[in-house]
């Protein structure tokens, strides 16, 4: 799948067909001059009024020149709401607070260079006014890949896709499902960042309709025909030590602790961590053509390992610990890593520190912390430090310019994340525990967390 094409042809099934019907207001300006100042038009103010509670994906925009094409539409931001009134009414607010953008001022924390400063910039530079379109995504019979789609997914399927185009690099303003490393130069440059040319013109892509090519009809599939060319050729490599437990156990399943009660990582998982880390990362930094970060899958097995097939493989958690950080440029979640430190406090986000998963789920153990109880509920015997399954961990250094996502398309490690989540979570609702990047009435988010047993 060509993403250019993937995204030139969503506009052309959504956007484009308002922006060319007689019976929708778009393009719906965001902003009107007043006499009191910049205020929300009241063209907007109309198009977004009782859309308080539903499922709505919303794009501003600009318009390079008149509709001819998807090529016509230069996007600035994508997001999602449940309440978009409220919403958009928020962004508006926040944005003309930010202008003139010549009185921006920096500070020593990171996002002093926010969204809603890009926004304002673009705004002041561009020729041409942004609009603001709304979707209920409810009325959408797919989404950009071809298959049925929530708003959360939605969003960072389509902020993968705009980001594919280096084009809009120094437009997109969105700071979700977009590389650390984009984020951490946006954050030096600040101002400077923004285009001073707005423009959306490249080479044409030609055109894509969506399909679920090879015969994989659900989103259940991508994911298990991804879990066959990764998860399980790693399992069921002679190469690799995979299935690796995450904790160190007895024979009864009970995790062993420190003696401060911190829940002990195998000294398996904790090589691996190691060594897939140290793809990314050296004594110097970030390593020069190294790895984008660590893609990471906690799993349990209904089969034994060697003659598992993709369906035996139960995602209980998908996450990624990029390589860069932020504000600085090494990840404090791989300085351990990188110095070949004993401390494993933030670890790749496996960390025993408070802020880090392996140190969050021992206080949940423990009644000292809430955030990680439904990982507790769904992992463990009722009080108790016994595993109802064993748990594995497989850990792997994501290279966006080698690995492909489930839909077959090359994709940043902050982008895949996302769409591993969508497609497990068709694959297995009752079991994954991610809450960020699944729908609102996924069952982790309303109900107790599923056992694999």
Sequence with gaps: MNKTALWESWLEETLLRDLRS??????????????????????LGSYKWGKNDGDYLYLIYLLDGSVTDAQSVVPVYVGESSNISSRIGQHSRKIRDSLPIAEWEENDQWGGFSKYDQIAAIAERADDPLYVWIIDVNDLEYGPYGYETYRQELEAKL???????????????????????ILHEIGKAGPEWVAE?????????????????????????????????????????????????????DDDLQVRTSDSEIL????????????????????????????????????????????AAPADIVPRYIGKAEAYGKKRELSSNFTEIAYERNATRSFARWGDGNYWHVGELSMALTGE???????????????????????????????????????????????????LIGTAYDAYPEHLLNKSGTPDDAPVKVETPTSAD
């Design 22 to 43: 007689d019976e929708t207001p778009d393009p719906v300006p965001f902003f009107e001059t007043t006499d009191n100042g910049l205020e929300t038009s009241s063209a």
């Design 159 to 181: 902020v993968g896709l705009v980001h594919a185009h280096s084009q809009y690099e120094r437009i997109f303003a969105n700071r979700e499902f977009v590389p650390n490393q």
């Design 369 to 419: 912390d809430e955030r990680k109880q439904h990982w507790v509920e769904a992992l463990f015997e009722p009080d108790s430090r016994t595993l109802s399954k064993q748990t594995y961990l497989w850990v792997y250094a994501w290279n966006s310019e080698a690995d492909s996502s489930p839909y077959q398309t090359p994709a940043t490690l902050a982008e895949v994340e996302a769409l």
């Design 264 to 307: 002990q990582r195998s000294a398996e998982i904790d090589a691996r961590i190691r060594r897939e880390g140290q793809k990314c990362v050296n004594r110097n930094g970030i390593r020069e053509e190294g790895c984008d970060g660590l893609l990471y899958v906690m799993y349990q097995l209904e089969e034994p390992a060697s003659t």
């Design 197 to 249: 040319e707005i423009t959306s013109r490249s080479v044409q892509s030609g055109t894509h309709k969506p399909n679920t090519e090879a015969g994989l009809t659900t989103k259940a599939e991508r994911w298990r025909a991804w879990v066959k060319e990764y998860i399980l050729a790693d399992i069921q490599s002679d190469s690799r030590s995979d299935p690796i437990p995450l904790f160190e156990v």
